[in-house]
Nanobody, 124 residues
């Protein structure tokens, strides 16, 4: 089965940048899969941040459009989320997933394969 291992996250000042990574092992390679990044803050629903289908970007959440870039390193089957110009509103737990759909709650309870959550805190 597909296993996703996420890395990155941390605390960064507003205006800074941070890159998250997610390695997929087994299953269908990211380059021919529906994959992406999600985030969820306490008391909020899961937001899909960026989606890629067959290696092509298909969606960015309006709040991150122009600031975040999702891409795949095909050789290492690793997806990344490059986050620039971060604001405190970006503070959340971030997840990578394959075939995650559009869930109300981030995580594997509903559908797909998910990496562990990465805490991102953006200070003002």
């Amino acid at each position: 089965e597909l296993q996703l291992t996420a890395s990155g996250g941390g605390s960064v000042q507003a205006g800074g940048s941070l890159t998250l990574a997610c390695v997929g092992r087994g299953g269908v390679p990211f380059r021919i899969s529906d994959v992406g990044w999600y985030r969820q803050a306490p008391g909020h629903e899961c937001d899909r941040v960026a989606a890629m289908t067959n290696g092509v970007n298909t969606y960015y959440h309006p709040s991150v459009s122009g600031r975040f870039t999702a891409y795949i390193d095909n050789l290492n089957n690793t997806m990344y989320l490059q986050m620039n110009d971060l604001t405190p509103e970006d503070t959340a737990v971030y997840f990578c997933a394959a075939e995650g759909g559009w869930p109300r709650e981030c995580g594997p309870a509903g559908h797909g394969y998910w990496g562990q959550g990465l805490r991102v805190t953006v200070t003002g």
